[in-house]
T-cell receptor, first 114, second 110 residues
Framework: SQKIEQNSEALNIQEGKTATLTCNYT??????LQWYRQDPGRGPVFLLL?????KEKRKERLKVTFDTTLKQSLFHITASQPADSATYLC?????????????FGKGTSLLVTP | DADVTQTPRNRITKTGKRIMLECSQT?????MYWYRQDPGLGLRLIYY???????NKGEISDGYSVSRQAQAKFSLSLESAIPNQTALYFC?????????FGPGTRLTVL
């Protein structure tokens, strides 16, 4: 069955450093992958989408890579700020018969300290 | 105003009670979804709908039912609530490229 893995351990980094979060998947060949941000007690918010034929995507301080050979996506936040502290979820598009309901990873918590 | 709204935002109920969670959207999307989120388990899909006549079960639909009253409204019901349905529930709408989540309903079943 399809499996999506994100680091369950929280990532603690210092302000100004680059945060790198990992999303690995198995038994899966997604056409695209999405990253969401979730603050405690609130709904996830879309950040970026990257397609299988794209190696890298950027948006302001965010960068996402997608390696279909390694079955891995990396999510980078450069010049991190305390306001970036949140849980980050990766989500993969489903098999074509499941109604375009994304499969979400369990998320990685990021804490940026001043 | 928020694009996706959920009511109530918090609810405490007792085992065996019938509960309805409501979701409304102003984005005009056909696709709507209900998820639950539990600590350590992530987001899990309960039901999804493509339009008022197209309702589909997700991975954890047992104990739940839904109603798509209109394009903009998608309700989730717990016919007889049980304690392990205590969770944070999210409604979402979607385009092909993005999902838009509501603020969530925190449900506690005693």
């Amino acid at each position: 069955s399809q499996k999506i893995e994100q680091n369950s351990e929280a990532l603690n980094i210092q302000e100004g450093k680059t945060a790198t979060l990992t999303c690995n998947y198995t038994n899966y060949s997604p056409a695209y992958l999405q990253w969401y941000r979730q603050d405690p007690g609130r709904g996830p918010v879309f950040l970026l989408l990257i397609r299988e034929n794209e190696k890298e995507k950027r948006k302001e301080r965010l960068k996402v890579t997608f390696d279909t050979t390694l079955k891995q996506s990396l999510f980078h936040i450069t010049a991190s700020q305390p306001a970036d502290s949140a849980t980050y979820l990766c989500a993969l598009d489903p098999p074509s018969n499941s109604g375009y309901a994304l499969n979400f990873g369990k998320g990685t918590s990021l804490l940026v300290t001043p | 105003d928020a694009d996706v709204t959920q009511t109530p935002r918090n609810r405490i109920t007792k085992t065996g009670k019938r509960i309805m969670l409501e979701c409304s959207q102003t984005k005009g999307h056909d696709r709507m979804y209900w998820y639950r989120q539990d600590p350590g388990l992530g987001l899990r899909l309960i039901y999804y709908s493509f339009d008022v006549k197209d309702i589909n079960k997700g991975e954890i639909s047992d104990g739940y039912s839904v109603s798509r009253q209109a394009q903009a409204k998608f309700s989730l019901s717990l016919e007889s609530a049980i304690p392990n349905q205590t969770a944070l529930y999210f409604c979402a709408t979607a385009t092909f490229d993005e999902q838009f989540f509501g603020p969530g309903t925190r449900l506690t079943v005693l």
